[in-house]
């Protein structure tokens, strides 16, 4: 998945670009809603400082959402939104809409952005892992978006990774948490049959915040201890190759600048695109999704027809998520 920098760079260009007022008006009142939806799951592989001492399995939850279930995951969510009278008589009903909401389109610009980058990045993985030999394919993989990470910011900011930490500057109220602890709960069950508990949700977006703090700076003690131990310790090692680089550029033209062609591994269609126009394109797509999506909430289009946007497809692949494909 493109790292966090990346989703929040992208998130806020799509709300730049957004010419529906009222979802304009909803993200802009509830923003720190936006920025953690535009994390979508991944929130949950930062559970445990340390994950040898935990005994759950709270870091597959992202992997479970990213992987399975899409349509009937973003369908539910919506529905949480929409059709949850129990939750809605405990909170008002219109700010729970919009704290709902604001979240789901932030979650929204981070499943596009992922379904759209995912085939470039893993194309780039396949192609140097015979160069970086030593690395696990997860390891080689969270490493490229880690530089991308840079490389984006440097270009849309000027900005080194430890100038910047809008993307962690997130302060949700009590009932607003008490309700994305409660969207997930209803979601992980009805979806996936896992429990969770509110506070595991709540751990999990507390430690995502510090870690990402912490692990800005390169050459951070605490960065190469904390990534060397989840390396060693934990059995989905996510985030083992997040250390963010001081280097501009990378002798592998990641953002394939030079308009090289390369070979979508899932589809094997072949492509000169960039990046960048990767990353513009998405924009577009973001934006047509909640256009369908301000049309079905306006009763003028049916969830029939909002799911065709998402059609099944992963996170991962850009394909149906029935379609297992090795290594990844």
């Given at each position: 998945?493109?790292n966090?920098?990346?989703h929040y760079?992208?998130?806020?260009?799509?709300?730049?670009?957004?010419?529906?007022?009222s979802?304009?008006?909803?993200?802009?009142?509830?923003?720190d809603?936006?920025?953690?939806g535009?994390q979508?799951?991944?929130?949950?592989?930062?559970?445990?400082?340390?994950?040898?001492?935990?005994?759950?399995?709270?870091?597959?939850?992202?992997?479970l959402?990213?992987?399975?279930?899409?349509?009937?995951?973003?369908?539910?969510?919506?529905?949480?939104?929409?059709?949850?009278?129990y939750?809605?008589?405990?909170?008002?009903?219109?700010?729970?809409?919009e704290?709902t909401?604001?979240?789901?389109?932030g979650f929204?610009?981070?499943?596009?952005?992922?379904?759209?980058?995912?085939?470039y990045?893993?194309?780039?993985?396949?192609?140097?892992?015979?160069?970086?030999?030593l690395?696990?394919?997860?390891?080689?993989?969270?490493?490229?978006?880690?530089?991308i990470?840079?490389?984006l910011?440097?270009?849309f900011?000027n900005?080194?990774?430890?100038?910047?930490?809008?993307?962690?500057?997130?302060?949700l109220?009590?009932?607003?948490?008490?309700?994305?602890?409660?969207?997930?709960?209803?979601?992980?069950?009805?979806?996936?049959?896992?429990?969770?508990l509110?506070?595991?949700?709540?751990?999990?977006i507390?430690?995502?915040?510090?870690?990402?703090?912490?692990?800005?700076?390169r050459?951070?003690?605490?960065?190469?201890?904390?990534?060397?131990?989840?390396?060693?310790?934990?059995?989905?090692?996510?985030?083992?190759?997040?250390?963010?680089?001081?280097?501009?550029?990378?002798?592998?033209?990641?953002?394939n600048?030079?308009?090289?062609?390369?070979?979508?591994p899932?589809?094997?269609?072949k492509?000169?695109?960039?990046?960048?126009?990767?990353y513009?394109?998405?924009?577009?797509?973001?934006?047509?999704?909640i256009?369908?999506?301000?049309?079905?909430?306006?009763?003028?289009?049916?969830m029939i027809?909002?799911?065709l946007e998402?059609?099944?497809r992963?996170?991962?692949t850009?394909?149906?998520?029935?379609?297992?494909?090795?290594?990844?």
């Amino acid at each position: 998945m493109p790292n966090s920098i990346t989703h929040y760079l992208f998130a806020m260009d799509c709300l730049d670009n957004l010419q529906i007022k009222s979802v304009k008006d909803i993200i802009s009142k509830n923003m720190d809603l936006y920025i953690l939806g535009c994390q979508g799951p991944n929130f949950f592989t930062y559970y445990s400082y340390m994950p040898i001492i935990s005994k759950n399995n709270i870091g597959n939850m992202s992997e479970l959402i990213h992987r399975r279930n899409i349509n009937i995951f973003l369908k539910r969510m919506l529905s949480y939104s929409t059709n949850n009278s129990y939750i809605k008589h405990i909170f008002d009903d219109s700010n729970f809409h919009e704290i709902t909401m604001s979240y789901i389109y932030g979650f929204l610009s981070h499943y596009i952005l992922d379904r759209s980058m995912h085939p470039y990045i893993y194309s780039l993985q396949f192609n140097l892992r015979d160069q970086y030999k030593l690395k696990s394919p997860r390891l080689l993989h969270k490493s490229i978006e880690t530089h991308i990470d840079s490389l984006l910011l440097n270009k849309f900011k000027n900005l080194k990774p430890s100038q910047f930490n809008k993307h962690t500057d997130i302060n949700l109220s009590k009932d607003e948490l008490i309700i994305i602890c409660d969207m997930y709960k209803f979601l992980l069950k009805s979806v996936f049959n896992k429990s969770i508990l509110y506070d595991d949700v709540i751990k999990c977006i507390e430690t995502f915040k510090k870690t990402e703090q912490l692990l800005n700076s390169r050459g951070n003690f605490y960065s190469r201890f904390y990534l060397l131990m989840k390396k060693r310790l934990s059995k989905n090692s996510y985030i083992d190759g997040k250390i963010y680089a001081e280097h501009k550029y990378c002798v592998n033209d990641l953002l394939n600048e030079n308009k090289n062609t390369w070979e979508n591994p899932f589809d094997n269609t072949k492509s000169s695109c960039s990046l960048l126009e990767i990353y513009d394109n998405s924009i577009g797509s973001y934006l047509k999704l909640i256009e369908t999506l301000d049309l079905y909430l306006s009763n003028k289009k049916s969830m029939i027809e909002l799911l065709l946007e998402f059609n099944d497809r992963s996170f991962l692949t850009d394909q149906d998520w029935n379609i297992k494909y090795i290594n990844i």
